[in-house]
Antibody, heavy 125, light 109 residues
Framework: QVQLVQSGPEVKKPGASVKVSCKSS????????ISWVRQAPGQGLEWMGW????????NYAQKFQGRVTMTTDRSTSTAYMELRSLRSGDTAVYYC??????????????????WGQGTTVTVSS | EIVLTQSPATLSVTPGERVTLSCRAS??????LAWYQQKPGQAPRLLIY???NRATGIPARFSGSGSGTDFTLTISSLEPEDFAVYYC???????????FGQGTKLEIK
C-alpha cells in the first residue's frame, strides 16, 4: 500500500548533524511533495519545511533556515532531511508526510495524507 | 506569523457524545485549514482539509466547518477509538508553509 518508511532512531551529540531518510512506495514519488514535521517529547507538531520531489525546490520554516537541508533521490524514491548544529532542544520525533500533488505543472493541496512512522532523534552529551 | 489557538486544551467526554473542537486563527486563513488526529506513539492522521473536506477513508461522523478566523471540528457521536489529540493546521498557499495549533486532547470522562 501507499506508505512512507523512515530510517531508524538516532542518538547524536550536541553540535553534530543528523540525516533522516523517508522512502516512498506504491505511488509515483515525483507526483507529491514532501513536508517534514517534528514533535518534541510531550509537545505539539512543528512544521520544518517542504520539498518538491519534482523540481527539488524547497521552502523552509524561518526557524530552521540555515540549519536544515531537504533533498531527494528520485532513483530510490527517497527524501532526506539533514539538520545540523544539533542541540538538546532538537530532541524530537521527526516525521515526513506526503504533501501536495503535482499535476499539469501545478501543485494541488489535499492535506498531508500519508505520514512516515517517525524517526526519534535524541541529542545528548 | 499566523497563530492558531485551539480550545479547550483538554475535553473530558463520554462515548456517544457530540463534540465540537475550536480553532481560532490570529488573522484570516480563508478556508486553508486542516485537522489531524494523533494517538499516542502514532503519526498524525489527516481528517479534514480546506476546512470541510473529509480525507479519504475518514468516517462521516467527522465534519469540519468555518472560514476566515474561526473553525470547528465536530464529531457527531464519539467512538472509543476517537480519544486522541486533535490538531488544526493552517497553510499558506504558495510557497508551501504551515503552522499547527497546540492541540486539544479528548479524554474519557
Amino acid at each position: 500500500q501507499v506508505q512512507l518508511v523512515q530510517s531508524g532512531p538516532e542518538v547524536k551529540k550536541p553540535g553534530a548533524s543528523v540525516k533522516v531518510s523517508c522512502k516512498s512506495s506504491d505511488y509515483t514519488f515525483t507526483t507529491y511533495g514532501i513536508s517534514w514535521v517534528r514533535q518534541a517529547p510531550g509537545q505539539g507538531l512543528e512544521w520544518m519545511g517542504w520539498i518538491s520531489t519534482y523540481t527539488g525546490n524547497t521552502n523552509y520554516a524561518q526557524k530552521f533556515q540555515g540549519r536544515v537541508t531537504m533533498t531527494t533521490d528520485r532513483s530510490t524514491s527517497t527524501a532526506y532531511m539533514e539538520l545540523r548544529s544539533l542541540r538538546s532542544g532538537d530532541t524530537a520525533v521527526y516525521y515526513c508526510a506526503r504533501d501536495r500533488e503535482y499535476r499539469n505543472n501545478r501543485y494541488y493541496y489535499y492535506g498531508m495524507d500519508v505520514w512516515g512512522q517517525g524517526t526519534t532523534v535524541t541529542v545528548s552529551s | 506569523e499566523i497563530v492558531l489557538t485551539q480550545s479547550p486544551a483538554t475535553l473530558s467526554v463520554t462515548p456517544g457524545e457530540r463534540v465540537t473542537l475550536s480553532c481560532r486563527a490570529s488573522q484570516s486563513v480563508s478556508t486553508y485549514l486542516a485537522w489531524y488526529q494523533q494517538k499516542p506513539g502514532q503519526a498524525p492522521r489527516l481528517l479534514i482539509y480546506d476546512a470541510s473536506n473529509r480525507a479519504t477513508g475518514i468516517p462521516a461522523r467527522f465534519s469540519g466547518s468555518g472560514s476566515g478566523t474561526d473553525f470547528t471540528l465536530t464529531i457527531s457521536s464519539l467512538e472509543p477509538e476517537d480519544f486522541a489529540v486533535y490538531y488544526c493546521q493552517q497553510r499558506i498557499n504558495w510557497p508551501p508553509m504551515y503552522t499547527f495549533g497546540q492541540g486539544t486532547k479528548l479524554e474519557i470522562k
